[in-house]
């Protein structure tokens, strides 16, 4: 995908190439991403000076999680050039959008035109429709010379551990007991434990049916299918 890209502080205009980079570190293959539009890259060059970071420290936190965001959403879709460049379109109006602003790659900090193979519009849907859901962790490839480069590692967090399968098993109790206020506590502490449990924010969400509380219900329900769309369960 070509593009001409523009970002207003630091000022940058150019036309670029977007797409994934496939990378060799150590023997190791997997496709990176660009988080750097200040700094150029050269294909089939090694570079001995990238120092591999988290992207928090990287990027900051709110810009980590909202690309692991992008990916939980869009990365499974990436499938050829057009998906590819809107992928890194999106990348780069995420790292690089003024904080606060929405998410559009033709208005704001970074903007974006003259984008060949419908890449934008595919970019731009991923953005407006940005889910909560994060289940990738983003990892940094900083250089002095170079472009700092991103990859993804998907989590894989485990249903429920320990404490978790605990919280559940004492609000089902407390259910039986008619103490659904105390379990309402119960879920809500397994939640701080494993936010991304499906299984808690469904229980936690049929309490809340129970406690005739529809608007928090929904959301808790809802998250659950988001979390775990295949469930035959939600």
């Not at 900051?60 to 992928?87: P, Y």
Request: charged share 15%; with cysteine; hydrophobic share 40%.
């Amino acid at each position: 995908t070509t593009a001409r890209i523009q970002n207003g502080s630091p000022a940058v205009n150019a036309n670029v190439y977007a797409g994934g980079f496939l990378t060799d570190a150590g023997g190791n293959s997997f496709t990176s991403w660009c988080v750097d539009i200040f700094q150029h890259t050269h294909f089939g060059q090694t570079v001995n000076d990238y120092a591999l970071t988290d992207g928090a420290t990287a990027l900051g936190a709110g810009r980590a999680d909202a690309l692991g965001r992008l990916a939980t959403q869009s990365l499974a879709s990436v499938s050829n050039a057009a998906s590819s460049g809107a992928f890194q379109l999106a990348i780069w109006e995420i790292v690089n959008e003024t904080s606060g602003n929405p998410y559009s790659l033709t208005s704001g900090n970074f903007r974006t035109s003259s984008v060949s193979n419908g890449s934008l519009a595919l970019a731009q849907g991923w953005l407006s429709n940005l889910g909560s859901a994060n289940q990738y962790a983003v990892s940094v490839w900083r250089s002095g010379s170079r472009q700092d480069l991103a990859m993804f590692d998907r989590v894989t967090v485990p249903e429920a551990g320990s404490l978790t399968m605990l919280g559940l098993g004492l609000a089902d109790l407390l259910r039986l007991q008619g103490r659904d206020d105390e379990g309402e506590n119960v879920l809500r502490q397994a939640l701080q434990v494993d936010l991304a449990s499906a299984s808690v924010h469904h229980a936690l969400g049929l309490l809340l049916v129970r406690r005739k509380r529809a608007g928090e219900a929904l959301a808790e329900l809802g998250r659950a299918t988001e979390l775990d769309p295949g469930s035959p369960d939600f």
